[in-house]
């Protein structure tokens, strides 16, 4: 035990000798004390560790100042959008307007005796026999029921069943109770058209008492014949179908409508004409 003692000691001072020869050298390399080092040795540490938390703080600090900002810039893009698709609808609105404008002027060059006043689809209102709606004028500019109502295309929407100061409510051509004289414009052929609810084929038209004998073709284009009611060569719709009805005697046609009515924003009704 006395040796094993002894060598531990000796190791020791020897370490110890070490390590003060070693402190005096770096000590004149580095003009430093032997207590700045030991200064130095216990602070450094303690700096780098700062160091690391200050570096850490200031990019947690950069971190949140960047998403803040993309965050002002993301709801700042949104409200520029939005603004954007507001502008885009009200653009086109324009553009359908002066369509509309454009196409009614071409229809009262070719029909100079027709009286129009337009409305603005306000409502509607069909079921499985019945199709209407509501603009947003009346008897206040001269609408009466039994008017009929086009687009500027002269295309046939409908009749005028109602009438109030500001409003009047039209009955569509799909409606099965209205009954149109019609002639199918490339033959000549006349008939009656109708909605197609009664007979099973909604969303069309059909046209019926036509002779037996008529040779009716895809696409042929269907007019008003003129009356009282509807004004001549207003155009009802084009051929999709044709066939014989349940008495085998009479051929009946089945026609897409000519205007889409559920697309429809504004309606003319041509409150005076001349029938001649």
Request: net charge negative; charged share 20%; hydrophobic share 40%.
């Amino acid at each position: 035990m006395r040796h094993f003692f002894t060598s531990r000691v000796r190791v020791v001072l020897i370490l110890a000798v070490l390590i003060a020869v070693a402190l005096g050298v770096i000590g004149s390399l580095t003009n430093l004390s032997i207590g700045d080092m030991l200064v130095q040795g216990v602070l450094t540490p303690i700096r780098t560790g700062v160091s690391k938390l200050t570096d850490g703080a200031e990019q947690i600090y950069n971190y949140i100042f960047e998403y803040e900002a993309l965050k002002a810039e993301n709801e700042d893009l949104k409200d520029r959008l939005s603004q954007l698709e507001d502008d885009a609808r009200e653009a086109d609105a324009v553009v359908r307007e002066l369509e509309r404008l454009r196409a009614l002027l071409e229809l009262k060059k070719a029909n100079e005796d027709y009286e129009l006043v337009d409305g603005y689809i306000i409502s509607w209102s069909s079921g499985d026999w019945t199709s209407t709606f509501t603009i947003n004028t009346g008897s206040n500019v001269g609408i009466e029921p039994g008017m009929c109502a086009i687009t500027a295309n002269g295309e046939v929407v409908g009749l005028v069943s109602q009438v109030g100061i500001n409003y009047a409510v039209i009955t569509s051509v799909m409606d099965s109770s209205l009954e149109i004289s019609a002639t199918i414009a490339s033959s000549g052929y006349n008939g009656m058209v109708q909605g197609g609810y009664a007979t099973g084929h909604k969303g069309l038209l059909r046209m019926d008492y036509l002779p037996s004998s008529s040779v009716i073709r895809n696409n042929d284009q269907v007019v008003t014949t003129g009356s009282t009611v509807y004004p001549r060569n207003l155009i009802l719709g084009y051929v999709v179908d044709a066939g014989y009805d349940d008495t085998g005697v009479a051929k009946y046609a089945l026609l897409k409508p000519a205007v889409d009515i559920g697309s429809l924003e504004q309606v003319f009704i041509v409150t005076n004409y001349s029938a001649g």
